[in-house]
């Protein structure tokens, strides 16, 4: 089937995506968005510096129905989903979102109810659009560049006025194979420097549940969750964290939880494979020390 990946230039998004269009046959094409060299070597590659997905979307539109492609796949990010819906619409085409999974007989598996659940949805029609959420599918290995035509983008209806990047420091959320986590539990803002150290001794990264960066003590950008970044470490370490369905699908793919909590009863408990019952002010500061001796 003739198949068309689009995301960021980005090469573990776009080799995860490459490996799910092995699932449909033919050699991908792709459009990338940003500047810069297209790592893996595509069918056909097409380019745009257009950072809004909004104006990206009647050329998109166009470039689906000139080339015929009846699969098109993008990564399950915010990017993905401001283009997916507008473009399914403009092509009738059906969208299925959050995919983690595809057999061969182009059944797609995607969670329900906050990951309680998953919908498997036979493809009988084309064109169909994917989201393909993130650390599901093993990324293939891109290998050289692929050059690339400029898409033609119409007159934008929307400006960009200002833009402000924030960086992160260390490892991003979604690449941390070990990720120390706090949620409201932790009780004031200055208490994340504790599990700040922690994750540097173990060598991951700090997240939050909502509920922590709604008080404002950790960035957006540390949000885990259904609202916030979907990550799949080989283990997290939940401190004062409750265990709301939402958060739990945002772990949900996570290999080892390790929960740290007073609360006995807490849900997050449910999903850990090891649990510690206590105040985490008392235990936190003994397992930093005592991993910090292992290395």
Known sequence: ???????????????ELTTVSKYFGDAPDILALGAGDIPG??????????????????????LIQDEGYEVILLSATTVGAEIAGPVAVGIGAALISEVIGIDDNHTVIRPLYGGKAVGKYKIVKYPVILTIRRKYFEPAELSGVTPASMLAVEKSPIRLI??????????????????????????????????????????????ASRGAVDEGWALPTQQIGQTGN??????????GI??????????????????????????????????????????????????????
């Open 1 to 15: 089937m003739k198949t068309l990946i689009i995301d960021v230039i980005d090469p573990k998004r776009m080799g």
């Open 41 to 62: 070597q595509f069918n056909k590659a097409y380019q745009t510096n257009e950072k809004i997905a909004v104006n990206l979307v009647p050329a998109i539109t166009q």
């Open 162 to 207: 200002s833009e402000k990047t924030q960086k992160s420091e260390g490892i991003p959320l979604e690449d941390a194979e070990i990720i120390v986590s706090g949620g409201r539990g932790i009780g004031v803002a200055e208490n994340f420097a504790m599990l700040k150290e922690m994750s540097d001794v173990l060598g991951g990264a700090v997240g």
């Open 230 to 239: 979907i990550v799949a470490p080989s283990v997290y370490v939940a401190v």
């Open 242 to 295: 409750s265990g709301a369905s939402q958060h739990l699908a945002g772990i949900a793919n996570a290999k080892c939880v390790v929960a740290i909590n007073k609360d006995e009863e807490a849900n997050i408990f449910n999903r850990a494979r090891f649990g510690i019952v206590c105040d985490y002010k008392t235990i936190v500061p003994v397992l930093t020390e005592v991993l910090r001796e292992e290395r």
